[in-house]
């Protein structure tokens, strides 16, 4: 089955600086990539996400980052504001069996500091 | 955007009762719903794929006679935790799709204690 890895499990930037999430995954099947954003307590809430036959993708202080070919994905965050604090999943979606599969990854708590 | 509602929020049952979760998606049919297991301070992980009409397909390591769950329509999936026990306390949340490989919308969440 597909396995998602993500890092940095923790990260903290200064308010105004960029950061950096990356994931892998396993399966060369995969070809939908959302990432996510959840707050304490919230259900999460997408922010982007980019299919396999784009390289890039960004909204406006977000973008996105895919290479098929080293099966790994990468969401920067730029200029950072307190309100990014939130923990950030990755995740790989693609069909296996017949049936959609979704697989996330461990999370990343990013936390800015004003 | 498309809303989809999970109904309780938080509920408490005594251990070897059964709670019943809903999930509604209000605005659009889903042919297929996901349910999650959410640990404290951990990941989403997949239960079930959900879908319309047929029977659940269960992750590994889930059981299915435990954790019941009914696609009946477009629009409703339900998880029963059958026999609840302590160590089923814990976050679920439930998604659906409009269609394949597209966005994933996020139910609120229940909160299940099991005492």
């Known amino acids: 089955g597909e396995n998602v890895e993500q890092h940095p499990s923790t990260l903290s930037v200064q308010e105004g600086d960029s950061a950096v999430i990356k994931c892998t995954y396993s399966?060369?099947?995969?070809?939908?990539f959302p990432w996510y954003k959840q707050e304490l307590g919230k259900r999460p809430q997408l922010i982007i996400d980019?299919?396999?036959?784009?390289g890039e993708k960004k909204d406006q202080r977000i973008a996105v980052t895919l290479n098929k070919t080293a099966k790994h994905f990468s969401l920067h965050i730029t200029e950072t504001q307190p309100e990014d604090s939130a923990v950030y999943f990755c995740?790989?979606?693609?069909?296996?069996?017949?049936?959609?599969?979704?697989?996330f990854g461990t999370g990343t708590k990013l936390q800015v500091i004003p | 955007g498309a809303v989809v509602s999970q109904h309780p929020s938080r509920v408490i049952c005594k251990s070897g009762t059964s709670v019943k979760i809903e999930c509604r998606s209000l605005d659009f049919q889903a042919t297929t719903m996901f349910w999650y297991r959410q640990f404290p301070k951990k990941s989403l992980m997949l239960m079930a794929t959900s879908n319309e009409g047929s029977k659940a397909t269960y992750e590994q390591g889930v059981e299915k006679d435990k954790f019941l769950i009914n696609h009946a329509s477009l629009t409703l999936s339900t998880l029963t935790v059958t026999s609840a026990h302590p160590e089923d306390s814990s976050f679920y949340i439930c998604?659906?799709?409009?269609?394949?490989?597209?966005?994933?919308?996020f139910g609120q969440g229940t909160r299940l204690t099991v005492v």
């Open positions: 998604s659906a799709n409009r269609q394949a490989d597209t966005e994933a919308f």
């Open positions: 980019i299919r396999s036959n784009v």
């Open positions: 399966d060369s099947a995969s070809n939908y």
């Open positions: 995740a790989a979606m693609g069909s296996s069996g017949g049936y959609q599969k979704v697989t």
